[in-house]
Every structure is written in structure tokens, then in C-alpha cells.
């Protein structure tokens, strides 16, 4: 049946993750999420930490890219200083964002993870097709209504506390 809604690992902060633990399961590319991941909703570009995170991910041979529900022009807006491959409107949890991705970074399931701040679309998309996932707190909780609705339910089914 899969891992359903469960994420492999639950972190506080993409910003303070181990490195080491994607390295050590073969992890080669993560696909990332940008709202409340990388940056709030009220930024539009990628901050110091954030040039800092996509950097070191090379270096230690970890290839990224975007993949977000959010709108082309957010994802170009924030896109333009990286300059990675980004997917916008990609309707997670659909696979069909993640799957362009890999294609595009050359992965396969096996040796890609997803993070992402987001139980229902970032998760549960990347679980359906056997992507290592990594869940993150949301870096700020004034979200839209929609997203804090969202938020009530997922209490619902982590069973586990960021590390």
C-alpha cells in the first residue's frame, strides 16, 4: 500500500537538515517546494540562505530543481537568481510535475526525494511514486485561509515531531 501520507523524515527546517542522510540513501536530486519551504509566501526571491542551501546541495553532488503548484511568474520571479529547472502549476500531488522533473535532472525514483512543507501535495505526491520524502515546518504561519485549513487536517496524520 505505500507509505500513504507518512514522510520519510520530518525536520524542522530545510535549512538545518543533514545533508549526510540523503547522501547515505543514495539520494542524487531533490525536488523542491517553494512556499513556506524556501521562502515565505510574502517573499518573491530566494534569500542568502536559500542560494547558500542550492549550492552546498551541489557541491555535494545533489542536483535540484523547483517543482510547485504556485504561479508561473511567482516561479520565474524566484527562479531568476538560481536559475535551476523549476516546474509551476505542477497540481501536486499529481505526478506529472515530479515526473518532468526527473526527467529533466535524469533521476529515477530510487535516487530522488522530495521536500516540501506540505502533507497533501508535496508528500503524498512524491509517496505515490516511491520518492524518498522530507517534510519541513512551514517557515511562517500566516498562510492563505486555504493552506490553514489544510494545516488542521495534517495534525490529523503526522504521527511523528520534526527532528
Known sequence: MGKGLQPDLFVK?????DVDWLIERGIKGVLL???????????KIPDEKVVE????????????????NATKRRVDVFNEKLGLYA???????SNRGFLKAMTQLKLIPEETAVIGDQLFTDVRGGNRLGLTTILVEPLDVNEPFTIRLKRIF??????????
Request: hydrophobic letters at 45%; charged letters at 25%.
Open 33 to 43: 517546494d517553494i512556499d513556506n519551504t524556501l521562502i515565505t509566501h510574502k517573499q
Open 53 to 68: 542551501l542550492i549550492a552546498f546541495f551541489k557541491k555535494n553532488g545533489i542536483q535540484t530543481a523547483i517543482v510547485s
Open 13 to 17: 527546517s530545510i535549512f538545518t537538515m
Open 154 to 163: 495534517e495534525k490529523l496524520f503526522v504521527k511523528q515531531k520534526p527532528i
Open 87 to 93: 516546474r509551476y502549476r505542477a497540481f501536486k500531488p
